[in-house]
């Protein structure tokens, strides 16, 4: 079965740093591209953030670049995602996705999703 389980999230103050773990399994994690979405409430999904099968190439959108930094690691089959300087517009419900870098997976594809709350 294949699982994609998100942690991590949390409520923080504007400015601070979160890190998303996504843990992979039931497929072979090292021969897929993965990516980073995220939902607001009473919005459209956005992707966030994508890497490709070795980790040397990363993608972000405008609205994370600079802050967020994407990461894995596929010996332990997990994705990572860095958010430093967070701001109110980042807060949202993050899912990891697998099958692409630069665009939203399906969304048979993602996972359960983490809260991440950006609140003074």
């Known amino acids: 079965e294949v699982q994609l389980v998100e942690s991590g999230g949390g409520m923080v103050q504007p400015g601070g740093s979160l890190r998303l773990s996504c843990a992979a399994s039931?497929?072979?994690?090292?021969?897929?591209?993965m990516s980073w979405v995220r939902q607001a409430p009473g919005k459209g999904p956005e992707w966030v953030s994508g890497?490709?099968?070795?980790?040397?190439?990363?993608y972000y959108a405008e609205s994370v670049k600079g802050r967020f930094s994407i990461s894995r690691d596929n010996t332990k089959k997990t994705l990572y995602l860095q958010m430093n300087n967070l701001k109110f517009e980042d807060t949202a419900l993050y899912y990891c996705?697998?099958?692409?870098?630069?665009?939203?997976?399906?969304?048979?594809?993602w996972g359960q999703g983490t809260q991440v709350t950006v609140s003074s």
């Open positions: 996705a697998r099958g692409a870098r630069r665009s939203i997976p399906q969304r048979a594809y």
């Open positions: 039931g497929f072979n994690f090292g021969a897929v591209d």
């Open positions: 890497i490709d099968i070795s980790g040397g190439a990363t």
